[in-house]
């Protein structure tokens, strides 16, 4: 059974009482000390919840994930790179996948001939 806080409204004093939630709220209440029945008043709390852990919030998800970032190079193909490489110089191989986007279009190859 919940616990409700009233105010009393002449002298301000507060008591916790016990209800159920299909009891109606209080409009009068016997004081403690004096044993007079006056009027008292619903003071509403904050809830006492604690939301402990992840996943929680929108956000909280977004540090778990790789972070992904897409280039472009001069060629239109755009280049993923699933974690950040470091690399020596221009030209040099790192560990991502190229896909081509079929809208650009694509430098053609030179193709070399042999003669036996």
């Known amino acids: 059974m919940p616990t409700y806080v009233y105010k009393f409204v002449d002298s301000g004093e507060t008591i916790e009482v016990q209800q159920a939630f299909t009891d109606e709220s ?7 000390q004096s044993g007079e029945l006056l009027p008292v008043k619903k003071v509403f709390q904050p809830v006492g919840v604690t939301f ?18 897409t280039k472009t190079d001069g060629s239109g193909a755009s280049t993923t790179e699933s974690a950040p490489s470091k690399s020596s110089g221009e030209g040099a191989a790192t560990s991502s996948s190229t896909s081509k986007d079929s809208s650009t279009p694509t430098k053609p190859v030179a193709a070399t001939s042999t003669t036996d």
């Open 26 to 32: 209080l409009t009068e209440y016997v004081h403690p």
């Open 52 to 69: 402990k852990g992840s996943g929680f919030f929108k956000t909280d998800n977004r540090g778990s994930q790789q972070k992904s970032s």
